[in-house]
């Protein structure tokens, strides 16, 4: 179908930088005057690491020579000045800008056959900033007249050029290796290499010949590593606990192919599996409490109770024993109530009713005697207890009947319209008793409880007819579906309702229809990078979108979307607040004293001179689709507080060396860390 159209190409080639340009100082100008040129060494460095220039960006590489002005050369004499003329009756013009020297190494005149003579200029610059160079002079061969000659004497001729001494010069510094990171197999070792003065100071690395700059990583333990022997896991053993939370051991030895034990040394190239883990032995029984109950006293100091058992959840009451005597709550305590009064009524048993109703039939009430007493319950003046609260002397007669008759009514209705229901029966107690002088028998109804006669059941199941179904299931409409695109989900409300509108719940769950269902519109347009979000949405504006990678939707922050190559970053959540990288700047003038208290401190004796040192905090990082990896050096949307710009996810510090060898690794992000931390 695309036969007529041109066949895009399906591979290119791509450029990009792994490393950058790193220059050197300028050396002095080959010339002392007039023009010439300087020049200094340009490299390709990784984290402050040599690499081949094929690795950096060609078009930025910085020029590694240019031009250089110095004054302008000293013309010829045009007059010959003689002994006895002052300087200031110099003519200005043809002046040669030469001064007096005040050693005899250089003459200002140096006669010469004929009246020639030499003269000389000042001295330009030493052409090293350390260690031997030189430094040069004009020296030119003049007439009485000022004029450029060539017969002066070669013999006396001036020294146009000598040697000058700018100091040492700094050399590279290491240390001993350290331990190598594998037993076997192609581990590596690092060491500490420095670019230093004779004197101790500490200078950067471009102040050194970088390429003699020593190795600060190597290979270590290349042999293969021995492939007949493994670990031998032994079994489990028992929960170090009966009940509740433990750990479980259990034995693991390195053996060889004969199974039998040798050195855990020969199995350090493998990974040592876990020794132990944790277990559960089942619930811990522990000491459950009831409420307390009352103060066994109304008044003054008592005593209150409560049950307490042990018991095990989901099991119920267990034996005391297995719960922690130590730990068992107290069954008792002590209560204490308002003081008791020291005067209070007594009250005396009540009168036979028997002996007192039944022989006199005029008389209705019966008696009991109650007292007012004192703490030893001997009987005082009522007048000293409390009138309020003094028991009755005195009731009504109560005859119990001598028979009882139980009544029993009709069945009421139904009480269901359909289906199952209940019938009801009303049934009564009636106790009768007579008056004997007068021959009259009375009816009064009495409570069950005391009636001797038990009393019939008085509910009964009924049933009347089947129920017609009177509530049915109502669906609404179906939602839009929840994707635009792809695999989603539409929703609808599904009721039970009945004929007059009214919700029930009589209907039949088995029949309720479904109330959501699977739903696709179209298939998803696979959006990969900003660059797919670019030419097929044709968005050209920076945020954040959602870019399918690796089969999830991520949310990715789209930057330069006006340009021709948009590039991916990840928003940091917590901000610039917890996300920074730093390479403290402050160290130690002797780098083998320990920090007080294991701290880094600026009120010690320290120099604050590192020149690779920085405070870097970051918002977003840059994120590589296509690698799955995080840019480390991409700054975009990095801000440097302090010094240097410092990569995302490294720190570190010339601080102190004393405590080196705790540091397991010291990689080559910081040529002189003691210590390095990556987050």
């Known amino acids: 179908m695309c036969a007529h159209l041109r066949r895009p190409a399906e591979i290119s080639s791509c450029f990009s930088p792994c490393g950058e340009w790193k220059v050197g100082n300028w050396s002095p100008c080959t010339v002392t005057c007039d023009r010439g040129i300087v020049t200094r060494q340009v490299i390709c460095v990784s984290y402050h690491q040599q690499i081949s220039e094929n690795y950096c960006d060609p078009e930025g590489q910085p020029p590694k020579e240019q031009e250089c002005s110095m004054p302008p050369c000293p013309p010829v004499y045009r007059h010959v000045p003689k002994i006895h003329d002052h300087p200031s009756h110099f003519p200005e013009i043809g002046y040669l800008p030469i001064h007096p020297p005040q050693d005899n190494s250089n003459q200002w005149n140096r006669p010469s056959v004929g009246g020639y003579q030499w003269r000389t200029g000042p001295w330009g610059a030493c052409s090293s900033t350390c260690a031997g160079g030189f430094h040069r002079r004009v020296v030119v061969c003049q007439d009485e007249e000022g004029r450029s000659a060539s017969s002066c004497d070669e013999a006396t001729k001036p020294l146009e050029s000598r040697h000058c001494d700018s100091g040492p010069c700094p050399q590279w510094n290491f240390g001993s290796w350290g331990e190598c990171t594998q037993t076997c197999g192609d581990g590596i070792k690092t060491r500490l290499v420095i670019c230093q003065l004779p004197t101790g100071q500490m200078l950067g690395d471009q102040n050194c010949e970088i390429l003699d700059k020593p190795p600060n990583m190597a290979q270590c333990n290349v042999h293969s590593c021995p492939g007949d022997v493994s670990w031998h896991r032994g079994p489990?053993?028992?929960?170090?606990?009966?009940?509740?939370?433990?750990?479980?051991?259990?034995?693991?030895?390195?053996?060889?192919?004969?199974?039998?034990?040798?050195?855990?040394?020969n199995c350090k190239h493998l990974k040592k599996p876990r020794t132990y883990k944790t277990c559960r032995a089942g619930r811990c029984p522990s000491w459950k409490v009831s409420r307390w109950q009352e103060c066994s006293v109304s008044c003054g100091i008592g005593t209150v109770q409560r049950d307490v058992s042990c018991q095990v959840a989901?099991?119920?009451?267990?034996?005391?024993?297995?719960?922690?005597?130590?730990?068992?709550?107290?069954?008792?305590?002590?209560?204490?109530?308002?003081?008791?009064?020291?005067?209070?009524?007594?009250a005396q048993q009540w009168e036979n009713v028997k002996m007192s109703c039944g022989t006199s039939p005029r008389r209705k009430e019966i008696y009991r005697k109650v007292k007012c007493v004192n703490e030893n319950q001997l009987q005082v003046d009522e007048?000293?207890?409390?009138?309020?609260?003094?028991?009755?002397?005195?009731?009504?007669?109560?005859?119990?009947?001598?028979?009882?008759?139980?009544?029993?009514?009709?069945?009421?209705q139904c009480s269901g319209s359909c289906g199952f229901g209940y019938q009801q029966r009303i049934t009564y107690c009636v106790g009768i008793h007579s008056v004997p002088s007068r021959n009259v028998h009375g009816l009064r109804t009495v409570a069950y409880r005391e009636c001797p006669v038990q009393p019939s059941p008085y509910i009964y199941k009924c049933h009347v007819k089947g129920c017609s179904q009177a509530a049915t299931w109502t669906a609404g409409r179906w939602s839009k579906c929840s994707a635009s695109c792809g695999m989603g989900i539409k929703q609808r409300r599904v009721e039970c309702m009945t004929e007059n509108g009214v919700s029930s719940d009589l209907c039949l769950p088995h029949l309720k229809p479904d109330t959501r269902k699977l739903c696709h519109?179209?298939?998803?347009?696979?959006?990969?990078?900003?660059?797919?979000?670019?030419?097929?949405?044709?968005?050209?504006?920076?945020?954040?979108?959602?870019?399918?990678?690796?089969?999830r939707m991520i949310k990715i922050y789209c930057s330069g979307m006006h340009l021709e190559n948009p590039k991916e970053y990840l928003t940091l959540v917590k901000g610039e607040a917890e996300n920074f990288s730093e390479v403290y700047g402050y160290r130690l003038q002797n780098p083998y004293e320990c920090p007080f208290n294991g701290s880094r401190r600026q009120d010690c004796a320290c120099r604050n001179d590192y020149l690779a040192a920085g405070f870097t905090v970051f918002s977003k990082i840059r994120f590589d689709v296509a690698s799955m990896q995080i840019k480390t050096t991409d700054f975009l949307f990095a801000q440097t507080i302090l010094g240097r710009a410092v990569p995302f996810a490294t720190a570190g510090d010339c601080y102190s060396a004393a405590r080196y060898q705790l540091a397991h690794t010291c990689l080559e992000m910081n040529p002189c860390c003691p210590s390095l931390l990556v987050t």
């Open 383 to 412: 007048s000293f207890c409390d009138p309020a609260t003094k028991p009755p002397s005195s009731k009504t007669c109560r005859v119990s009947p001598s028979k009882y008759v139980v009544l029993t009514g009709e069945l009421s």
């Open 521 to 551: 519109e179209t298939e998803c347009e696979i959006l990969t990078t900003c660059k797919d979000m670019q030419i097929k949405k044709g968005i050209r504006k920076d945020g954040e979108y959602l870019l399918n990678i690796k089969g």
């Open 236 to 265: 489990w053993k028992s929960c170090s606990v009966s009940c509740g939370k433990g750990l479980k051991f259990r034995d693991v030895h390195c053996i060889n192919s004969f199974q039998a034990k040798i050195e855990e040394e």
């Open 314 to 346: 989901g099991l119920g009451r267990v034996s005391d024993a297995m719960c922690s005597h130590d730990l068992r709550p107290a069954a008792s305590r002590h209560c204490r109530l308002p003081a008791c009064l020291p005067y209070q009524w007594l």
